[in-house]
């Protein structure tokens, strides 16, 4: 219990002053940082920010406050209510998967990739996550004046090889150009718009307990990849992004030879955040809970090294060629071997499974023999990461 005087202190301490000093540094304490006046100046959570921070890109908590409390309420409509990778609309008949991105990912080239193909291979997968095969794309450029144009050709020549390869157009465009200074080189903006096969649906509601949880690979390779080359670091052995289209993977997973349809019931590529905030954000708009094994989840040696000289967790690092699929449980063997025939999921592995027990909530059996809880973090462990 608090003393009488700590108390009275207390609120004297809340209590404004005659005069108070009005420095810019002081004003940018308080904001930043508020403090108890109880317990010194360790600072707590702030979801009330007055301006953006970087966390608010992170996908993690802070995205999410910023989704519900400025986006939704302006924009709420059943479509979006469903917060998925892709809107899902019907149009003419046909069901059509719709989704926007951006990417200002810094550095512009990294090893493994560069901003044009992280942008062609992002757009597609958003798409591929609804079970949808993408047709035709849209870019829009913001240039910083002063990017080199060779730079330019090579960016739009990556994301013409990249285009081509995953079997889509890019069909309209626009380009804007910002003083020196006032951009970071370019960023990219794009659009896609793919087709939904008859007897798929897929979202990230639909996970049921007893479904299995499926990794289509190795975890945070993308991630480690930009930081790196970001602060020119050098580990054992060669670390490149994942960055890939996954449509291919999925349709071959669709076509697991099974004697009833709609057996995945949710897929989503563990990008911002990693695997670990994507698996919240399904738990949660499920309503279910889920339980993993560390031992079966493939991580690279060279990527859980250097993340554990960075002091990160692999689980939270993103990932640009990767998908975590909920499946029906009778049908995991099946999907997995589909998965593990295709290039990009050879090194597939089911990791967990869902549960009706704590909804909400990831839980992960660690390999020690322990219990882990796996929370979405608060703001960014990387920035600028896609």
């Known amino acids: 219990m608090l003393r009488p005087n700590l108390l009275l202190r207390a609120e004297e301490d809340r209590k404004p002053m005659a005069n108070p000093p009005d420095t810019t540094k002081e004003r940018q304490q308080e904001t930043e940082t508020p403090v108890s006046p109880l317990f010194g100046s360790c600072p707590i959570p702030i979801f009330e920010h007055k301006q953006i921070v970087l966390g608010h890109g992170s996908g993690g908590k802070l995205t999410a406050d910023l989704i519900d409390k400025i986006f939704l309420p302006a924009f709420r409509n059943p479509v979006l209510d469903k917060l998925d990778d892709q809107a899902v609309v019907s149009i003419g008949g046909a069901r059509v998967a719709f989704t926007t991105d951006s990417f200002v990912v810094t550095p512009i080239f990294f090893p493994g990739g560069d901003i044009g193909r992280l942008a062609v291979h992002g757009t597609v997968n958003d798409l591929a996550m609804s079970g949808a095969q993408p047709m035709y794309l849209s870019a829009a450029f913001i240039l910083e004046e002063g990017l080199p144009v060779d730079d330019l050709r090579r960016i739009?020549?990556?994301?013409?090889?990249?285009?081509?390869?995953?079997?889509?157009?890019?069909?309209?465009?626009?380009?804007?150009?910002?003083?020196?200074?006032?951009?970071?080189?370019?960023?990219?903006?794009?659009?896609?718009?793919?087709?939904?096969?008859?007897?798929?649906?897929?979202?990230?509601?639909?996970?049921?307990?007893?479904?299995?949880?499926?990794?289509?690979?190795?975890?945070?390779?993308?991630?480690?990849?930009?930081?790196?080359?970001?602060?020119?670091?050098?580990?054992?052995?060669?670390?490149?992004?994942?960055?890939?289209?996954?449509?291919?993977?999925?349709?071959?997973?669709?076509?697991?030879?099974?004697?009833?349809?709609?057996?995945?019931?949710?897929?989503?590529?563990?990008?911002?955040?990693?695997?670990?905030?994507?698996?919240?954000?399904?738990?949660?708009?499920?309503?279910?809970?889920?339980?993993?094994?560390?031992?079966?989840?493939?991580?690279?040696?060279?990527?859980?090294?250097?993340?554990?000289?960075?002091?990160?967790?692999?689980?939270?690092?993103?990932?640009?060629?990767?998908?975590?699929?909920?499946?029906?449980?009778?049908?995991?063997?099946?999907?997995?071997?589909?998965?593990?025939?295709?290039?990009?999921?050879?090194?597939?592995?089911?990791?967990?499974?869902?549960?009706?027990?704590?909804?909400?909530?990831?839980?992960?059996?660690?390999?020690?023999?322990?219990?882990?809880?796996?929370?979405?973090?608060?703001?960014?462990?990387?920035?600028?990461?896609?």
């Open 156 to 386: 739009v020549e990556s994301m013409r090889a990249m285009a081509a390869e995953a079997g889509v157009q890019f069909i309209t465009g626009d380009t804007k150009v910002v003083d020196r200074g006032k951009g970071d080189q370019i960023f990219i903006n794009t659009t896609g718009i793919g087709i939904i096969p008859d007897g798929v649906n897929i979202s990230a509601d639909r996970a049921r307990p007893g479904d299995a949880i499926l990794l289509s690979g190795y975890l945070g390779d993308h991630g480690m990849a930009i930081m790196s080359q970001r602060e020119g670091l050098e580990f054992e052995g060669a670390i490149e992004s994942d960055c890939a289209s996954l449509h291919t993977l999925v349709a071959a997973m669709l076509a697991a030879p099974t004697a009833t349809p709609d057996f995945i019931h949710c897929l989503r590529d563990p990008t911002r955040g990693g695997a670990a905030t994507t698996l919240n954000e399904i738990a949660k708009r499920a309503n279910v809970g889920m339980h993993l094994n560390e031992r079966a989840i493939p991580v690279r040696e060279s990527v859980r090294g250097a993340c554990e000289v960075l002091g990160l967790d692999p689980l939270y690092v993103a990932n640009e060629g990767k998908l975590l699929a909920v499946v029906r449980a009778d049908m995991a063997d099946a999907v997995l071997a589909q998965m593990r025939a295709h290039p990009l999921g050879r090194d597939a592995a089911i990791i967990g499974e869902v549960v009706p027990e704590h909804p909400g909530m990831v839980l992960m059996k660690t390999e020690i023999g322990g219990t882990r809880v796996l929370d979405v973090m608060f703001g960014e462990q990387l920035p600028r990461i896609c």
